[in-house]
Nanobody
């Protein structure tokens, strides 16, 4: 079993920055694909960014150039640095993990609220 714990959310004005962290624990040796998702009120959960063990990254178009996903493998932690935040970035942000052979996330964190005021 894998446990994920997000932190770093909060209230920030438009144009501000936040860094989210996701600490992993448990049977993580087989996990190498980490991702951040978000879900705004009344909307479906969407993929924001993904990172593989080798460092390859993917971003949804709406956050390219503003968000950066990174991982610290010795610390078993994944980060999401968010800059130039917009009110439309307001959502609950979730960390996820899966094995490379799986398509969908297998494990989820509890989520952390990010609110961007206009």
């Amino acid at each position: 079993q894998v446990q994920l714990a997000e932190s770093g959310g909060g209230l920030v004005p438009a144009g501000g920055s936040l860094r989210l962290s996701c600490a992993t624990s448990g049977s993580i040796f087989s996990i190498n694909v980490m991702a951040w998702y978000r879900q705004a009120p009344g909307k479906q959960r969407e993929l924001v960014a993904r990172i593989y063990s080798g460092g390859t990254t993917y971003y949804v178009d709406s956050v390219k150039g503003r968000f950066t996903i990174s991982r610290d493998n010795p610390k078993n932690t994944v980060y999401l640095q968010m800059t130039s935040l917009k009110p439309e970035d307001t959502a609950v942000y979730y960390c996820s993990a899966r094995r490379p052979e799986r398509v969908d996330p297998e494990y989820w964190g509890q989520g952390t609220q990010v609110t961007v005021s206009s």
